[in-house]
């Protein structure tokens, strides 16, 4: 058993202040790098698009290059789903591309994310309890951390 007057405070600072920085730096909560959160939302709106199309049975889907741009990270929060360990990211964003004009507000998203076994990549993840198609883990995305 350890005595109180045995540990050294400033001992005792040091430490609480690099677990601290360690939560703050990202090493034990990472967050997405940006270019990983446009991935994401630029892939959840083809899927939309896709099951769109579909359901509405048009033939063909249309070839207009669309851009995420603009986006905007507002919140972001690790949580658990399906139980696994995802980071949800809340934010807006905003379209551009032929066919698109300038949208007059930016449009809201919530995306949900998780590290691959390694650590290495994000994934983007597809809660089967959203009704879409693909269910559990989605497509990787282009960016590492």
Known sequence: MVQWQSVNPLRLLLVVFLCFCLVGCG??????????????????????????????????????????RQVRITKHHWTTMEHQSVLQ????????????????????????LQRDKNQHQWLFFQPSSLGYPQQGTGEITNASS
């Open 27 to 68: 090493l034990i909560y990472p967050n997405p790098p940006k270019s990983v959160v446009v991935s994401a939302v630029a892939d959840k709106l083809s899927q939309t698009q896709a099951i769109l199309f579909h359901q509405l049975e048009l033939p063909d889907q249309p070839q207009a290059q669309i851009t995420v």
């Open 89 to 112: 990211v809340w934010g807006t964003y905003r379209l551009s591309g032929s066919g698109w004009g300038q949208q007059p507000r930016p449009q809201p998203f919530t995306i949900y």
